[in-house]
């Protein structure tokens, strides 16, 4: 490893943490230092494309598979690297904060990889972010265990051999993290910063156990971005001295943009490579948030209306299974997540059957597995992939060549026949409310109504408002809408919450914080990138 020199980083606005040092060590604080200086600027520079592209679409409303790449798709003698042991069978994932309790939980969860969350599902207070680093590496070393306060009930690990492998998800390239800056008061991305903490903690020691630091690349629009991500990981294994290639990736296509680029997106990760994921929620938030203005064609219907069966799903589905097979890579398939309820047997069975169809689909379809969100859930997607994969750990072998995608089938959303209705309006902006306020209290994984909400479904959410408001959408009672009703429907809601919890408990949350902040990201004309930008700057801690 290279003698690391002093760091000009600085930890600012943040209450000193039990244990910090043992994350914050200067030598840890130096890479990550080295990141930033080398590779914050390109960030930079990618983001701009990012707000280029988005422009184009808004002139043209169209998106195509990118011409200047057509050699890269047209040659079929390219490979990613094999898949390393540990992440050569991948059935069913379990995905969740990396609180104390979700870490213990989800590597005994029986699931074969946790996707443990730095992004969506973890709101990144200054204590998420540190601590969810010391949770790992005490789960690398066998330190961890947990005991509920309430029940007091211990949770331990089981042996290493019954453990789910580790697949990290650093936040997206958009969002910095306020609390480190460098020498000149720029912050570090907290991509960067997620991504170089675990990975100068743990990947030598991963290595060492027979596995290796693994990662789930979020929200990336383009193969440029791959290209950093591929660089950040050619420098961080030369400056450790580990071999190149011990990093592995995943990478979430959860934008429409990335859609197009999917080969090219693998080709540049070629060496570091190990998947491709179907992320539906920010899929659809993506949609909508590139195609806001494209008319009415463009406009989606309520949000649980747009199952995985309608057919521009089911192009961006299967071309993502095809394109990893092609290449040899793992396909990923989306989210279950449902939660199960103690008290209503009957309710769950119901919504276990809705889980069973829908891994069953993915599992006919040719993915590799799929993820869900409760430890209950695990043993059903795995009958699923049981029952179509037997003892292979995977299905590459099927191409999927009778697919055949062409570029309109991805934007074809006007073939749907559902339209968006009052109920789900309504739904938007409880679902925007509720889960903006637990966000705003350090929580990014919170349970709604039976489901399990991240910022991706807050964000489709709002953005539903925001597309609907503007392109005054006629309700299936007959209703437009408007800003005036949205603001009315927030009121109710606000209401009907402060009856729900009573004054004290109502008093104690961000309820009305959160509910101007809905209505900020979903009506003001200027459309937020992201509601967790400006959330950020009012999150606690």
């Known amino acids: 490893m290279s003698a690391p020199a002093p760091h000009p980083l600085a930890v600012v606005d943040a209450e000193p943490l039990p244990r910090q040092e043992e994350v914050l060590t200067e030598a840890a604080l130096a890479f990550v230092a080295e990141l930033h200086r080398r590779f914050t600027p390109r960030r930079d520079e990618l983001l701009a494309l990012r707000a280029e592209r988005r422009a184009e679409i808004a002139r043209t409303h169209t998106l195509d598979f990118l011409p200047g790449t057509a050699a890269v798709r047209a040659d079929d003698s390219w490979r990613v690297a094999p898949a390393p042991e540990a992440l050569n069978d991948r059935r069913v994932e379990i995905t969740g904060p990396t609180d104390r309790r979700m870490t213990v939980n989800a590597l005994n969860s029986g699931a074969k990889v946790w996707l ?5 599902a973890s709101a990144p207070t200054w204590e998420n972010v540190v601590l969810g680093q010391l949770n790992l590496i005490d789960a690398h070393t066998r330190a961890i265990d947990f005991t509920d ?20 998800r650093p936040r997206g390239w958009h969002l910095d993290e306020r609390h ?32 290796g630091p693994y990662f789930y690349l979020p929200k990336t629009e383009s193969h440029l971005e791959a290209r950093l991500w591929n660089d950040v990981f050619v420098f961080a294994q030369d400056y450790t001295g580990i071999p190149r290639g011990t ?16 080969e090219e997106i693998l080709y540049e990760l070629r060496d570091h490579a190990s998947g491709l994921n179907a992320g539906r929620w920010d899929y659809l938030f993506s949609l909508v948030k590139n195609f ?42 989306g989210m279950a997540a449902f939660i ?95 889960y903006i306020e637990a966000w705003l209290r350090g929580l990014g994984a919170v349970a709604i109504f039976g489901l399990m909400e991240d910022a991706a479904t807050a964000e489709i959410s709002r953005s539903q408002i925001w597309q609907w408001t503007n392109a ?3 309700l299936d009672g007959g209703e437009r809408v408007t800003a005036e009703l949205v603001r009315r429907i927030a009121a109710g809601e606000l209401a009907a919450i402060r009856g729900e919890l009573g004054e004290e408990a109502f008093a104690a949350g961000r309820w009305q914080q959160a509910h101007d902040l809905l209505l900020t990201v979903a009506l003001d004309e200027d ?15």
């Open 472 to 474: 005054g959408v006629v």
């Open 340 to 434: 199960p309820s103690r008290r209503d047997p009957q309710a769950n069975e119901a919504a276990f059957e809705k889980v069973r169809a829908d891994k069953d689909r993915e599992a006919d379809d040719g993915f590799d597995g799929s993820w869900v969100a409760h430890p209950d859930l695990v043993p059903i997607a795995m009958e699923s992939f049981d029952r179509v994969l037997g003892d292979r750990p995977h299905q590459k072998h099927r191409l999927r060549e009778d697919v055949d995608v062409r570029a309109a089938d991805l934007l074809a959303i006007d073939s749907l026949e559902a339209a968006p209705t009052y109920a789900g309006l309504v739904n938007a902006v409880q679902v925007g409310i509720r």
């Open 180 to 211: 480190l800056t460098d020498a000149d008061g720029t912050r570090v991305p907290g991509a960067l910063v997620d991504f170089g903490l675990y990975f100068f903690h743990n990947a030598r020691r991963l290595l060492d156990l027979g596995k």
């Open 116 to 120: 443990a969350d730095f992004e969506d």
């Open 292 to 333: 806001r203005d494209g008319g009415e064609k463009f406009v989606l219907p309520d949000r649980n209306a747009v199952t995985m069966t309608a057919p521009f799903m089911r192009a961006y589905t299967e071309l993502l299974v095809r394109t990893c097979h092609k290449r040899g890579a793992h396909a990923i398939g």
């Open 527 to 541: 459309y937020a990138d992201f509601l967790t930008l400006p959330a950020y700057e009012q999150l606690q801690g």
């Open 149 to 168: 306060p309430v029940s007091g009930k211990a949770y331990a690990l089981r042996p290493d051999g019954e453990l789910a492998t580790v697949v990290t």
């Open 247 to 262: 990093v592995r990736a995943t990478v979430l296509i959860e934008t429409i943009t990335a859609a197009y680029e999917m």
